[in-house]
């Protein structure tokens, strides 16, 4: 297998086969992310991934799930991703899910048409970054869209089949915004519609436009008993109308929470206020990671 550079991949696809099919992110200015600033993004080309298939068919005799990396995999043509789909089908019967990371902006440039038939080709879910329902928080980190774009393209997608867990970070409105970015972000879990949530918490790396707001004051992050605080704010305005589960179990998160909005939101409410007066129930900062 050729891997450039680091990969990341959703704590869920711990167990996936990761191949690459596109280097790095066709985004890549969000202030917080270091995840791709020593790639230059490409798109690799359909022989590269097929040898790669084919050398992992030799060496892994059963591949149930398949995570296509790296940052933006659903930026191709939809005529390419069924290419590649239909390579993975083929190399590998036994596959049951695929899955990419995917920017609204993507789901949102393919028709319902488009998006049903990489359903029907064997894309079974796609995580999107959607960090903060706060417009202005968006705005400033850089993320080039919108809370109206995330809403929209993760019901397409999900009115489409294919399930989309969306992931929020934390802190990532700092002290200032701290509450608004909570208020909007549990707003934008009830409308979206989302299968799953996963909440991150946000972790500064050095060389990253945030970290240098960091270090010039310009941007103060959350204590523990902040973040806390900004979780109860989020679950208390998360009124979903259909189930999403919901999970905080990345390895930056000191609380580990999991449960399905709406049905445990009052479990997982009285989880935080017990973890905001026991410290033991919380990981330890040395074990946290991005």
Known sequence: MRYEGSVYRPPSEARSLIIQVTIG?????????????????????????????????????????IFFADGDALCL?????????????????????????????????????????LRDAGLGIIYVGAESGSAEVLRRVHKSETPEDIIKAVQRAENAGIPVSVTFISGLGGRELMEEHAVETGKM??????????????????GTPMNEDVISGKFEQLTMDEVLKELELILNNADCK??????SNHASNRLVIKGTLPHDRERLLAQVHKAMHDEKMLRPDRFRGF
């Open 189 to 206: 879990i009830s409308q979206m519609g989302a299968s799953y949530v996963g909440l991150l918490t946000l972790m500064l790396a050095p």
């Open 77 to 117: 043509t939809t005529d390419k991703l069924l290419s590649l789909l239909g390579a993975v089908r083929a190399i590998f019967p036994e596959c049951t899910r695929v899955s990419v990371y995917g920017r609204a902006d993507n789901i949102l440039r393919k028709s319902d048409d488009e998006l049903r038939q």
């Open 25 to 65: 992110c066709s985004h890549n200015t969000c202030t917080f992310c270091p995840m791709y600033s020593d790639k230059k993004f490409r798109v690799r080309s359909f022989e590269e991934v097929f040898a790669d298939l084919k050398e992992a068919r030799r060496s892994q005799a059963h591949v149930e799930r």
């Open 242 to 247: 259909k189930d999403c589960v919901i999970r």
